[in-house]
């Protein structure tokens, strides 16, 4: 998930309609290309004699075929949520992908079997200028639909089309490969088809794993980028001289364009509820206006202005920059009951912090019981976006308000 995604996400109607309609454009024009290198390379393939040839044919015919998915994934992507998909279809793209992926890696497998065959059982090869022709062409043509796909696929935020971009890289270098064993055959005589046809086959296979690896993280759910992160953050604190902080921001892909959102916002504990829930609501219907995304803000109470919470926080922050310094502590809660003080707050760990929850809950208190052995603690870790473990304040816990 980038910004760029999030700015899809704020089209409207007439807009969405147009991005279908270039995807869809760029999808046919795709198809008819790669239709005409299939068809020229097939026939140069089989005149010739060469599997290096034939092979980036039928590697053609796949790329027919991606370009018809990616077709596809742009019309169902682009319908309603319904009750069975109620987050839309938007995912339908990175399915897509993966496809374009699969049909990669079918046809990588396939060149590799025939290369390796060609190796053990080298054949003369007859090189003509259709031979040449069909492979300056295709280098041509698919340099051409890098690009073309590159721009759009940015322009449109598709990651199907950006599949297609590198599947049209891939067969730049594979057919550059072809070309260069044609002439060291044509020239001096030198048979490298069957190993040039291993080398590309492998090019292909590694391109497809790199994208099936990317549409798989972004279907089981990868972070955000920084920029995106820290552009929610930003509006979020610039919305209102209230915001003291925000944390736990969670951003849930649901496919271009369809993002849903929930983040911890630290506000003043004496502003009244209703106060706070108008603030946090006014923040979420503006995220939904300017951008399409709807996010969920919950309201932390924040102590300030208060000589103990800040020497509370001080050692807190302290504690946690000596046990690692990217460990963060938020959410501090305080309040009385008739019998003891409660502290409670959150931890956040680093992912290579090895130490088990245990052992942060176990300095935290060693640190907090040295300088304040009246407090009871309530520690909640938490790790990669998830939480670890809470400790849970007891039910029957009733904090006393005093009076200001």
Not at 265 to 283: G, M, N, P
Not at 355 to 377: H, W
């Amino acid at each position: 998930m980038d910004l760029q995604e999030l700015k899809i996400a704020a089209q409207d109607g007439q807009e969405a309609r147009e991005r279908k309609s270039q995807g869809i454009k760029a999808a046919v024009l795709g198809i008819s290309l790669n239709i005409f290198l299939a068809l020229s390379k097939i026939l140069a393939g089989y005149l010739s004699g060469s599997v290096a040839i034939s092979a980036d044919g039928w590697n053609n015919v796949s790329d027919a075929f991606s370009s018809l998915v990616t077709m596809l994934s742009f019309v169902y992507s682009s319908k309603p949520a319904d009750k069975e998909h109620p987050f839309g279809h938007a995912r339908s793209e990175y399915i897509a992908s993966s496809i374009i992926a699969l049909g990669m890696l079918v046809v990588g497998l396939a060149l590799g079997r025939q290369s390796i065959l060609r190796i053990i059982t080298p054949q003369d090869l007859d090189f003509g200028l259709l031979s040449f022709f069909s492979l300056g062409i295709s280098i041509t043509v698919k340099a051409f639909l890098y690009f073309y796909y590159s721009v759009r696929s940015r322009r449109l935020c598709s990651p199907a089309m950006r599949a297609s971009a590198k599947d049209s890289m891939a067969d730049v270098v594979t057919t550059l490969a072809v070309l260069f064993s044609t002439i060291l055959f044509a020239v001096w005589g030198i048979n490298l088809d069957g190993l040039t046809g291993l080398l590309v086959s492998l090019f292909i296979l590694w391109s497809a794993i790199d994208i099936m690896r990317n549409m798989v993280n972004r279907l089981m759910g990868s972070p955000p980028s920084n920029e995106l992160e820290q552009h929610i953050i930003d509006e979020i604190m610039g919305a209102d001289s209230r915001i003291l902080g925000i944390h736990d921001l969670l951003l849930h892909d649901y496919g271009p364009g369809n993002m849903h959102a929930s983040a911890h916002v630290e506000v003043d504990s004496k502003l009244s509820f209703v106060s706070a829930h108008l603030l946090l609501d006014r923040i979420e219907r503006r995220f939904f206006e300017d951008y399409g995304l709807d996010i969920v803000l919950h309201a932390d109470p924040t102590t300030i202005k208060d000589p103990f919470s800040n020497q509370l926080s001080e050692l807190l922050q302290k504690t946690a920059r000596d046990i690692d310094p990217n460990l963060n502590v938020h959410d501090l809660q305080q309040f009385e009951t008739a019998d003891e003080y409660i502290l409670a707050f959150d931890v956040s760990l680093p992912d290579n912090l090895t130490q088990s929850d245990d052992e942060i809950r176990d300095k935290f208190r060693l640190a907090v019981k040295a300088e304040y052995p009246e407090l009871t603690l309530y520690i909640a870790v938490e790790r990669a976006y998830q939480t670890s473990s809470k400790e849970q304040i007891p039910a029957d816990i009733d904090p006393v308000f005093k009076e200001e």
